[in-house]
């Protein structure tokens, strides 16, 4: 389908389609790998980046496990789609972003912070 659409919109049509899927539901996450396996490779961030978008960060430690489940190879980048999230929702409280970010492993705390700039950005 996306051979209708012009190349340089990939990274936003793939980061959309991974948005769409319900994680926190066991058979949307084993749907949402069978669909990872046909995305050209120099897309697959986006598409986890929409992963970590569409979960709900009102059960930051449920995200945190869905994120684990996924191959360290794309966590960083559902986490950026997390932060994202944490940055649109909470851009007007640092106490809770804060809060949040305790709640994630050390070594992927930047790629959230990096998306949380750029979800306070966005909206």
Do not use: T
Not at 2 to 9: A, G, R, S, T
Not at 31 to 57: C, N, T
Not at 58 to 69: L, M, P
Request: glycine share 10%; aromatic share 16%; net charge negative.
């Amino acid at each position: 389908f996306e051979k209708d659409i012009d190349k340089e919109y990939w990274p936003y049509l793939y980061k959309g389609w991974g948005s769409l899927f319900s994680l926190e539901i066991p058979e949307e996450f084993v749907r949402a790998m069978h669909v990872e396996g046909y995305v050209p490779q120099e897309y697959k961030k986006y598409l986890y980046e929409g992963f970590g978008v569409g979960l709900s960060f009102k059960d930051i430690k449920q995200a945190v496990e869905i994120i684990n489940r996924v191959s360290p190879a794309y966590r960083q980048y559902c986490y950026i789609g997390l932060g994202e999230q944490l940055g649109c929702g909470y851009k007007n409280d640092p106490r809770a972003l804060s809060e949040m970010l305790r709640n994630i492993d050390s070594s992927y705390q930047r790629y959230v912070l990096d998306g949380i700039a750029e979800g306070k950005r966005e909206r």
